[in-house]
């Protein structure tokens, strides 16, 4: 298919390992994003790529989260220590451009559990 | 917190019209989306208001009045599929700021 695509779909992990969650973005897509789901909230912003450089990471909430984007395509969240609060619903987003009435276009998420 | 309010839950009967309001602060806004969220599913674009006034997109409509920090999505000939969670979010900078989502049930 031609939308976003994450991986794994669901991931369970105990309290103080180490995870990463993987974004195939739209083709040709320069901007992607991560977001926070918990249940009954709506997504939260952590980071922003425009090409291979985080522009805006002032969602993060500790130095236990890290993402890159290495080639401007796929990006990796990845989760140091995992705390029992980080479960959640880690959404991705793609959009062409990152400006105006730009698009963000939704994965299926990756479900973190942390036991 | 980023103050985007929209109702917890609303309930409308198949075939009727259903409007979910949605308020936020005006300070750095830049456009406000609605999506859509089946349970266990991602959110779907739906619409995107920048300027003020009404965009009509088929059963769904989404207005804006930007000095008034207020958006609704107007949902007509509702079907039991539009069953979902209706998302407001604004644009600041580069990120969008999301409400907490409406609950809509539609009932036979």
């Known amino acids: 298919g031609a939308g976003v695509s994450q991986t794994p779909s669901n991931k369970v992990t105990e309290k103080g390992k180490y995870v990463e969650l993987r974004c195939d973005p739209i083709s040709g897509h320069t901007a992607l994003y991560w977001y926070r789901q918990s249940l009954g909230q709506g997504p939260e912003f952590l980071i922003y790529f425009q090409g291979t450089g985080a522009a805006d990471d002032s969602g993060l909430p500790n130095d236990r989260f890290f993402a890159v984007r290495p080639e401007g395509s796929v990006s990796t969240l990845k989760i140091q220590r995992t705390e029992r609060g980080d479960s959640a619903v880690y959404l991705c987003?793609?959009?062409?451009?990152?400006?105006?009435?730009?698009?963000?276009?939704f994965g299926p998420g990756t479900r973190l559990t942390v036991l | 917190g980023q103050n985007i309010d929209q109702p917890t839950e609303m309930t409308a009967t198949e075939g009727a019209i259903v409007q979910i309001n949605c308020t936020y602060q005006?300070?750095?806004?830049?456009?406000l989306f609605w999506y859509q969220q089946h349970a266990g599913e991602a959110p779907t674009f739906l619409s995107y208001?920048?300027?003020?006034g009404l965009e009509e997109k088929g059963r769904f409509s989404s207005f804006l009045s930007r000095s008034k920090g207020y958006s609704y999505l107007l949902l007509k000939e509702l079907q039991m599929k539009d069953s979902a969670s209706y998302l407001c979010a604004v644009r600041r900078g580069n990120k969008l700021v999301f409400g907490a989502g409406t609950i809509l049930r539609v009932k036979s």
């Open positions: 208001n920048v300027l003020d």
């Open positions: 005006t300070s750095g806004f830049n456009g």
């Open positions: 987003a793609s959009s062409l451009g990152g400006q105006g009435s730009d698009t963000q276009y």
